[in-house]
């Protein structure tokens, strides 16, 4: 079954995301919507990127992703369809694609150039029915003038020497845990048969866990998730609060 998921910052209190999934099922009602999130932040781009970056893959290849965050963008963004690692993506042309995957992608086309719609609401009026043909089996090329590049924002990096890694805090989720852009993947190279230091807000750690519950509660927990991402909580607490650190703190690995 053909599947189309819903990425929005629209809430749940107004009429915004029913109207898109009206939109969806009155041209296919055959099409099966997935509701990914509707409680981004206003324009959070940072969250929503991380958020669809976490489990795009997740759904099989070919899944049509519509992304509906900052949806209207700034003056000049375009809006856009893209296939990327096999699966495609519908939305604004604000910088936001360029933080989901670090692969180039397959195709792109500008939606909305000829005979273009003026609206206010693009993830009903433009996206909606161009998520449609894709799931239904348009070829995207028949969906736009194909383009070379769309705007890329750029993600925070991670500093890597022999002596130690530096990240930052790239998401303080919903239990209060802090996140890193540090990877299992890096550490495990760079960590080999050294002794390390894992350091944050003033506070210093020489373990990281397997298991939340290796902590016992009210203590600190550092472990690679599921994402493969060094993640720091208090077990049955919020990091967060109690330590002090929020998006963008700074997380080190000093290696002995």
Avoid at 36 to 42: E, G, L, R, Y
Avoid at 133 to 148: D, Y
Avoid at 198 to 218: N, P, R, S, V
């Amino acid at each position: 079954m053909a599947i189309v998921t819903l990425l929005t910052d629209a809430g749940e209190s107004d009429h915004y995301v029913a109207a898109i999934k009206a939109k969806i099922m009155s041209i296919n009602p055959g099409i099966r919507v997935e509701d990914i999130t509707h409680n981004i932040s206003p324009s959070d781009l940072a969250h929503a990127a991380f958020v669809l970056r976490a489990v795009f893959r997740d759904f099989p290849k070919g899944t049509v992703h519509l992304v509906g965050v900052n949806a209207t963008g700034n003056k000049g963004d375009g809006f856009i369809a893209l296939q990327l690692e096999d699966h495609f993506f519908v939305g604004c042309d604000n910088g936001f694609f360029g933080l989901i995957s670090d692969r180039p992608h397959q195709q792109l086309v500008e939606l909305n150039g000829l005979n273009s719609v003026i609206t206010t609401f693009p993830e009903r009026d433009i996206f909606a029915p161009a998520a449609v043909k894709l799931a239904s089996g348009m070829a995207i090329t028949n969906l736009g003038k194909p383009k070379a590049s769309f705007k890329k924002m750029i993600d925070r990096q991670v500093k890597a020497t022999k002596k130690q890694i530096t990240g930052s805090i790239i998401r303080v989720d919903g239990m209060g845990n802090l996140i890193t852009n540090i990877s299992k993947e890096a550490f495990d190279v760079l960590s080999k048969g050294k002794a390390y230091t894992i350091t944050f807000g003033g506070e210093k750690f020489k373990k990281i866990h397997t298991q939340y519950h290796q902590a016992e509660q009210g203590e600190c927990f550092i472990v690679f998730n599921s994402l493969g991402l060094l993640e720091i909580g208090i077990y049955k607490g919020n990091a967060s609060e109690l330590l002090g650190l929020q998006y963008d703190g700074v997380v080190n690995i000093l290696f002995d």
